[in-house]
């Protein structure tokens, strides 16, 4: 750490290269989650049915239907076989976010992402605690004790209480109390646990993680040997652990960051003034030189995780 | 840099494993309130009527995904979706009120074709053989027909007129000289649609209702012989009936309380007659 962590996080970004591109993929992503919000709202709204369904299903201009696979498969465990077009809808879906990354579907689709982006932001500006942190395992523990729910009771059981479909079905459908869902996971976010909902709980993210193991859509710590340890990717980051191994990589390490659990949201790219990170595929092989004199085995994810 | 780092491995062991075992028991307790809930949302209330061709109410929440594409394919606004906290029915899924929106049974059921999962089953194919639920005419007190009025009303918009529903006339007690037109609904042609139910003219509830087939059907008694029905012996040759002939404590009313020698019906036959059919361990006396 030097003293360029005590500057604001992304000041020095803003201050090299304007406030707009210091924030161009934060105002991509909140503008592709109002997108995929307005595809649905077009109809109830402008009477333009392009677009019907929500997120767990819908089906477009008549001919492409989509699934939620993650329900798909509840469904199934809970004893149902869908029809053959929410079979292939869910395959479409998985399909896509397995190769451009299944946390895509976290950082520039899902409506929940903005409400928990805002609890950390007034988290952060209000400096409270961490708060919980549960460990890293425990959003695997959630995901399998969906599917054992699923399984026994035959219900798609995630949907009695999954705050997106909540938040989003009462967007296009008619709320009734389902903001108090959404409420609930802003406050556990501000007040209980920092980034506690998507960053270590939501069985959802969890299994669009999965699903995107291997996606080729990828961030790079590219030109990791200019990082001045401004600690600002760390910062911004919501799963900040993925970041160490690419950008404390030693030069045979890949610059690629491989963890299942990046959201693909680009924020890293837009705060980091040395202008170290990168959009690549993941067979990018690129050489991208460490840095000298820092190995991997000083982390520095500890340290920043105060921050 | 940590201090866990420095701990010896027997540490880091049983540290990752009350770690696990934290994070196991936090999701049982979870998944616990999680089966809580399933169990709950099948508590689906006696007047939400599920669309057209709905699987039983078990498999409808393994199958429906809550898209609401039914809802969005129904041309007249009958179906919507389950409001949390306001609706009864579990959060999401598509359901109807009678009293407020029928189904108008459409030919070509857009509901069941806009299903994506098969929650609506598309062996549904004739409108007609839809069960969503019954109806019943729940307050026979009030209504009119019932009380020997001409209101006709539930009768005249059953799309299945005649069949699902019919006049059924008797006398009127009450006037002596009137007939009553009691609606009668019949279970195996109603579809359930509700327009009954919507178009009842008493103010508020309707005196007829549709109800689920679980609160308004019962199984049938088949343990009962219907002898109108089904005129064979109830089992061959081992009862034959009628076989009462005169004799001590019948209800013969011919000769109350016993027989008349003079009126034996064979007369080889000395002081009485003997049952053709006599109860093991009676000795033959009983009557
Ligand atoms: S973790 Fe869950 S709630 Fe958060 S953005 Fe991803 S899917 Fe949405
Ligand atoms: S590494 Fe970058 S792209 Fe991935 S989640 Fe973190 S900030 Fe977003
Ligand atoms: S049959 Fe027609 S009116 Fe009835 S629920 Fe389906 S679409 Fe709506
Ligand atoms: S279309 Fe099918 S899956 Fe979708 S809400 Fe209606 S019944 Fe459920
Ligand atoms: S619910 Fe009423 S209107 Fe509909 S079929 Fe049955 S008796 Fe007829």
């Not at chain 1, 929410?86 to 903005?114: D, E, F, M, Q």
């Not at chain 1, 959630?142 to 219900?155: D, H, I, Q, R, W």
Request: with cysteine; net charge negative.
């Amino acid at each position: 750490m030097n003293d360029k962590a005590k500057i604001p996080v992304g000041q020095e970004a803003i201050e090299k290269f304007g406030w707009l591109r210091a924030h161009r993929f934060l105002l991509l992503r909140r503008a592709s989650q109002i997108f995929f919000l307005f595809l649905f709202l077009m109809g109830p709204w402008l009477g333009i049915w392009w677009v019907k369904g929500n997120l767990s299903g819908s089906l477009t201009l008549g001919v492409l239907p989509l699934t939620d696979p993650f329900i798909a498969l509840q469904s199934m465990l809970a004893g149902h076989w869908p029809e053959l077009t929410a079979l292939i809808g869910a395959l479409i879906v998985g399909v896509a976010y397995a190769l451009i990354g299944g946390r895509v579907y976290c950082s520039w689709v899902c409506p929940i992402n903005p409400v928990t982006d805002g609890a950390h932001w007034l988290h952060e500006k209000l400096g409270l605690q961490k708060g919980w942190q549960p460990k890293s395992g425990t959003r695997y523990w959630v995901l399998a004790m969906v599917f054992v729910v699923s399984t026994l009771t035959g219900t798609i059981a995630w949907e009695l209480v999954n705050p997106i479909s909540m938040l989003n079905r009462g967007l296009i459908f008619g709320m009734g109390f389902a903001w108090a869902w959404v409420l609930a996971v802003f406050l556990f976010d501000l007040f209980v646990s920092r980034r506690g909902w998507c960053g270590h709980l939501c069985p959802v993210g969890t299994f669009y993680g999965l699903l995107g193991t291997k996606s080729l859509l990828r961030i790079s710590a590219a030109r990791r040997a200019d990082c001045d340890d401004c600690m600002d990717c760390f910062a911004v980051c919501p799963e900040m652990q993925v970041i160490t191994p690419a950008l404390r990589g030693t030069s045979e390490d890949t610059p690629l960051i491989l963890a299942p659990d990046c959201t693909n949201c680009g924020r890293c790219i837009d705060v980091c003034a040395m202008d170290v990170f990168e959009f690549t595929h993941r067979f990018d092989d690129t050489p991208a030189p460490g840095r000298e004199g820092r190995t991997r085995s000083q982390p520095a994810s500890r340290a920043s995780r105060a921050a | 840099m940590s201090a866990a780092n420095r701990k010896p491995k027997a540490m880091d062991r049983r540290r990752f494993l009350q770690d696990s075992a934290r994070g196991i028991a936090g999701c049982a307790v979870a998944g616990m309130g999680l089966a809580y809930l399933a169990r709950d949302a099948r508590a689906l209330p006696a007047q939400a009527i599920r669309p057209p061709g709905a699987l039983a109410e078990n498999d409808f929440l393994a199958s429906c995904i809550r898209c609401g594409l039914c809802v969005r394919d129904c041309p007249y606004d009958t179906l919507k979706l389950a409001e949390l906290g306001v609706d009864g029915p579990a959060t999401g899924t598509p359901f109807f009120t009678a009293r407020d929106i029928p189904c108008e049974m459409c030919d070509d059921i857009p509901c069941v074709a806009a299903c994506p999962t098969g929650a609506l089953d598309k062996g549904l194919d004739n409108i007609d053989d839809a069960k969503m639920g019954v109806a019943v005419l729940i307050d026979q007190e009030n209504c009119l027909n019932a009380l020997g009025l001409r209101c006709d009303v539930c009768y005249r918009v059953c799309p299945v007129i005649d069949e699902a529903i019919t006049l059924e006339l008797s006398h009127n007690d009450r006037s002596g000289h009137h007939a009553i037109f009691m609606p009668t609904v019949h279970a195996d042609k109603c579809t359930g649609c509700g327009k009954c139910e919507k178009s009842c003219v008493l103010p508020g509830e309707a005196a007829i209702k549709v109800l689920p087939m679980r609160i308004a059907r019962t199984e049938a008694a088949d343990h009962y012989k219907l002898g109108w029905e089904d005129r064979n012996p109830l089992v061959d040759e081992l009862i034959d009936l009628p076989d009462r002939l005169p004799g001590p404590g019948t209800d013969n009313l011919v000769a109350p309380g016993g027989y008349t020698p003079d009126a034996l019906p064979d007369p080889s036959m000395e002081g009485g007659f003997s049952p053709s059919f006599q109860l093991p361990g009676t000795g033959g006396t009983g009557q």
